[in-house]
T-cell receptor, first 115, second 116 residues
Framework: DAGVIQSPRHEVTEMGQEVTLRCKPI?????LFWYRQTMMRGLELLIY????????DSGMPEDRFSAKMPNASFSTLKIQPSEPRDSAVYFC?????????????FGEGSWLTVV | AQSVTQLDSHVSVSEGTPVLLRCNYS??????LFWYVQHPNKGLQLLLK??????LVKGINGFEAEFKKSETSFHLTKPSAHMSDAAEYFC??????????????FGTGTQLKVEL
């Protein structure tokens, strides 16, 4: 299996621009997660989906952030407008089932820098 | 609510010597616990996990961890460090219920340095 695939791997954008991060989960997985990693706050869960439906978006920091999952094999995380404090590594992850011991598989991350 | 505390932000060992990365957890439920590793500029890779079966869990690359309920600990060990083990290690707890039961809470990470 190819694993969780994220794009772009690196993005540098100017403040105020729209940023779209993309994710392809592992085929057959029914849970998809977006995490953000920063030096100050570590790894935080932003939102997760079950069977393409958003279940918990309480971690989404502001209305500038939105996430969609139009089908089982694709999800986007959008920031509009972007700000320098959004600079972070954004990880997408997927898993099968909701047993707490199930392994969650992470992509290699999207490194975002907003200048 | 569940949480994990990684007791050391940085650990430095010599190649060939044992590794000990400490983690304490807090959970209202019977927890599932994980260790993930992150190499520089890479994603997160699962090292091992505990899911209420055997308390001594063996993972990849020679790592293992022991779940000790009485001490609420899940320390990660390796008998002999290798240069390639240099990375950041995260202790992670998962909510111990079904229905959203695989929401992970990460520790703050331990940076492992391996010296010649």
């Amino acid at each position: 299996d190819a694993g969780v695939i994220q794009s772009p791997r690196h993005e540098v954008t100017e403040m105020g621009q729209e940023v779209t991060l993309r994710c392809k989960p592992i085929s057959g997985h029914d849970y998809l997660f977006w995490y953000r990693q920063t030096m100050m706050r570590g790894l935080e869960l932003l939102i997760y989906f079950n069977n393409n439906v958003p279940i918990d978006d309480s971690g989404m920091p502001e209305d500038r952030f939105s996430a969609k999952m139009p089908n089982a094999s694709f999800s986007t995380l959008k920031i509009q407008p972007s700000e320098p404090r959004d600079s972070a590594v954004y990880f997408c992850a997927s898993s099968l089932g909701d047993f707490s011991g199930n392994t969650i598989y992470f992509g290699e991350g999207s490194w975002l820098t907003v200048v | 609510a569940q949480s994990v505390t990684q007791l050391d932000s940085h650990v430095s060992v010599s190649e060939g010597t044992p590794v000990l990365l400490r983690c304490n957890y807090s959970s209202s439920y019977s927890p599932s616990l994980f260790w993930y590793v992150q190499h520089p500029n890479k994603g997160l890779q699962l090292l091992l996990k505990y899911t209420s079966a055997a308390t001594l869990v063996k993972g990849i690359n020679g790592f293992e961890a022991e779940f000790k309920k009485s001490e609420t600990s899940f320390h990660l060990t390796k008998p002999s460090a290798h240069m390639s083990d240099a990375a950041e290690y995260f202790c992670v707890v998962s909510k111990g219920l079904t229905g959203g039961g695989n929401k992970l809470t990460f520790g703050t990470g331990t940076q492992l340095k391996v010296e010649l």
